[in-house]
């Protein structure tokens, strides 16, 4: 049976980077970095299969194209890309050796403008990939994806095995003295009720 399929690599942006990459895309933030490994075991027991991950890759070729390669800051427990949730754009993908190198947009849209204030503050984020499939076990902590996957996109994440690690989003019209009295977590849950704070 398929399932939501989703996985982890550690992506580095430093302030250096954003500094230049403001500078040469006329105030857009564009980072780059590993999307995808294949033929070796993730840091969730997973390995996928390249003719599988090129099948995919070929197939998601013309959203690339057409501007629609989007992806969502978390991931949702969902197999489509919520435009209201969007925070970046994949404007390319390559491949080097067994790595899927990638070309990212951060957008100027709410979830986008946390994951880049998230980057400045140097917070660790890894990029996952979302997918629906199934897998096979090789072994008690191996699985290989089956020919049945199909990606839906890449999503920035703080941790991969925790969903819904950031908190509840507020709804529209809360109020700065409501928003301050939510209690965060973590370091990262704090960093983001202060950014959607400050976006009101």
């Given amino acids: 049976m398929k399932k ?7 992506f580095v942006v430093t302030p250096q980077m954003i500094k230049e990459s403001m500078n040469k895309n006329h105030g857009r933030l564009i980072v780059g ?7 070796s075991k993730n840091q969730n027991g997973r390995i996928y299969p390249r003719p599988i991950l ?4 070929k197939k998601y070729y013309p959203l690339i194209k057409e501007r629609r390669a989007l992806g969502e800051l978390d991931h949702p427990e969902s197999t489509v890309v919520n435009l209201a949730n969007v925070s970046h754009l994949i404007t390319e993908v390559k491949w080097k050796d067994d790595d899927l190198v990638g070309t990212i947009e951060v957008l100027d849209t709410p979830s986008g403008n946390i994951l880049r204030k998230l980057f400045e503050a140097q917070v660790k984020l890894g990029i996952s ?4 499939g199934s897998v096979r076990e090789l072994d008690e902590e191996t699985v290989e994806v089956n020919d049945d996957f199909d990606l ?10 925790t969903h819904g690690a950031f908190m509840s989003p507020l709804t529209e019209g ?3 003295q409501l928003s301050e009295q939510i209690v965060c977590r973590s370091k990262v ?11 009101k």
């Avoid at 970095?33 to 033929?39: A, D, F, P, S, T």
């Avoid at 090129?54 to 890759?57: P, W």
């Avoid at 839906?152 to 095995?161: K, L, R, T």
């Fill in 152 to 161: 839906i996109a890449w999503d920035f994440v703080s941790n991969p095995s």
């Fill in 4 to 10: 939501l399929i989703v996985d982890f690599i550690p």
């Fill in 54 to 57: 090129e099948r995919e890759v």
């Fill in 33 to 39: 970095g590993v999307l995808q490994r294949v033929n």
């Fill in 174 to 176: 809360i109020d700065k």
């Fill in 129 to 132: 990939s979302r997918g629906l």
């Fill in 189 to 199: 849950e704090c960093l983001i009720r202060d950014i959607l704070i400050d976006l």
